[in-house]
């Protein structure tokens, strides 16, 4: 609500453009300083324990994809596409001042001004071309607009690698260790052999929290003494997949060190010990990005991405947030393809991330008309 705060009325004027890129630097400042503070988010191992469910299974997975989805998004489809709607119909014929509502609605959608201003900008020009009239027509012009965006980014990782190593990065408390037990036992159940490696060695807590994943997934787990190298464990890990013939090694590390430039000079060096024990230089890294930090997501992503190969995204905690438009952003402005999102705690909560239907769960067929 900051920028109705600052600027009194809902109307954005087309020069306040420029002011509106600085507010969102500033705000973006402001959130800077929180990346690397450590955030106590951590529920302890017990309560993880508690929270979990009946084993992940694949019939109960697809039944339940779509409408979980749907309830997963809806804060951010209230945030946004209810708000387009009441928008639409507060004008029937379409001109300038419907598009700077618009505009303004996407901006506080947590979508970033350079991709609402791209949004609205296309909207302009389709609108034109399709000789749009009524206002309501707008809405199936702006779900194809997103879903393009979304469709932009490569979604899918490649696991054809023997084995694929997969290596998850993200400052503390984002959902790093909760998404590698989720991703284990979605391949587990795809009938692949997978070996998880403990490799945020930073708190003996992570290494137990692991292996309680590694358990409910019934997937194998390399781990070493808490304040171990990293890179050792993954190298253990990687040596392990091998003689086993296992298919997938997934790396978890440590969100936080003693200091920032520790943590990206040991997540370079784990990077250096899985491209010589793999021979390839296209290992997955995914960044995890908690949605419910909005614009502070798109920061991290810049910030990992100068030190650090990303290859893909898993957007977590989209459930309970009113932010998820931040995926669009991450889409455009970011040039990340989001591979995971996740919509809950529990072990199947977390899916493969299909643009269309992002789009069709965020933007419900029947409430298009
Ligand atoms: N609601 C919701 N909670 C999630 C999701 N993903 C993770 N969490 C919760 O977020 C909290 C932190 O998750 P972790 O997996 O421990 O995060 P981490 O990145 O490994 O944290 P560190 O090991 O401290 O760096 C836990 O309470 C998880 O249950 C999600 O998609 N939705
Ligand atoms: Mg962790």
């Known amino acids: 609500m900051l920028l109705k705060h600052i600027f009194g009325k809902r109307k954005v004027e087309p020069e306040a453009t420029e002011i509106l890129h600085q507010v969102q630097e500033e705000l973006i400042k402001q959130e800077e300083t929180a990346i690397c503070e450590p955030k106590p988010t951590e529920a302890p191992i017990a309560q993880h324990i508690a929270t979990q469910e009946a084993p992940l299974s694949l019939e109960n997975e697809s039944k339940g994809f779509f409408s979980r989805l749907k309830e ?157 190298d990293p890179s050792a464990v993954v190298f253990d890990a990687i040596q392990a997949a091998k003689s086993r013939g296992a298919d997938i090694v997934i790396c978890d590390t440590a969100g936080r060190l003693h200091n920032k430039k520790n943590l990206m000079e040991e997540l370079k060096k784990t990077a250096r010990v899985i491209e010589r024990e793999t021979g390839c230089s296209d290992n997955e890294v995914l960044l995890v990005l908690d949605a419910s930090t909005g614009q502070n997501a798109l920061i991290q992503a810049r910030e990992f991405a100068s030190v650090a190969r990303i290859t893909g995204v898993i957007l977590t905690k989209l459930d309970g947030t009113a932010k998820g438009g931040v995926v669009i952003a991450l889409s455009k402005e970011q040039n990340i393809g989001v591979k995971f999102i996740g919509v809950g705690e529990g072990i199947s909560d977390l899916q493969e991330f299909n643009p269309q239907e992002f789009a069709e769960a965020l933007f419900p067929e029947e409430e298009a008309e």
């Open 72 to 228: 997963g998004l809806k804060k951010t489809r209230l945030a946004l596409v209810d708000t387009v709607d009441s928008v639409l119909s507060s004008f029937r014929s379409v001109d300038e001042e419907l598009f700077e509502e618009l505009e303004e609605v996407l901006i506080m959608a947590d979508i970033g001004v350079d991709t609402s201003l791209y949004i609205i900008d296309e909207l302009k020009k389709r609108a034109k071309t399709q000789s749009i009239k009524e206002a309501k027509e707008l809405k199936g012009v702006l779900k194809e607009i997103i879903t393009e965006i979304l469709k932009e980014q490569d979604t899918k990782i490649d696991t054809c690698k023997q084995p694929t190593v997969i290596m998850v990065i993200g400052v503390n408390g984002v959902g790093k260790t909760t998404s590698i037990g989720k991703m284990a036992a979605r391949y587990k159940q795809e009938g692949k052999k997978v070996v998880l490696a403990a490799a945020d060695t930073f708190r003996a807590a992570a290494i137990d929290q692991l292996e309680i994943w590694a358990e409910r997934a019934g997937v194998d787990i390399v781990k070493h003494q808490e304040g171990s």
